[in-house]
């Protein structure tokens, strides 16, 4: 079982850049995949991005290609999702999850959600 936790959200400008923090316990880390989602208010929690087990392929959204990117620190069972470009588009809460070993894009593949960090981005 994986029970991850996010950290580094916070309020920030247009064109900012802000890396949030997925930490996950347990002792199986590597060989879960593990995906960023977002909500925006009164929308629906959409992916963003995902890291697979090892050897840790990654899948971004494609709105997201060029400005978001996910990476992965097993020694530290942590995976982040680095955003840079912010716009006030961007403005959500993130969660982090976790499924055992295949990359997904549906949130009912995921078994272990997080609380969700809150990211504003002011214009």
């Known amino acids: 079982q994986v029970r991850p936790v996010e950290s580094g959200g916070g309020l920030v400008q247009a064109g900012d850049s802000m890396r949030l923090s997925c930490a996950a316990s347990?002792?199986?880390?590597?060989?879960?995949?593990m995906g960023w989602f977002r909500q925006a208010p009164g929308k629906e929690r959409e992916f963003v991005a995902a890291i697979g087990e090892m050897p840790r392929d990654t899948d971004h959204e494609d709105s997201e290609k060029g400005r978001f990117t996910i990476s992965s620190e097993n020694a530290k069972n942590t995976v982040y999702l680095q955003m840079n470009s912010l716009t006030p588009e961007d403005t959500a809460v993130y969660y982090c999850?976790?499924?055992?070993?295949?990359?997904?894009?549906?949130?009912?593949?995921?078994?272990?959600w997080g609380q969700g960090t809150e990211v504003t981005v002011s214009s």
């Open positions: 347990g002792r199986l880390f590597s060989t879960y995949a």
């Open positions: 999850a976790a499924r055992p070993r295949e990359i997904g894009r549906e949130k009912w593949q995921y078994d272990y």
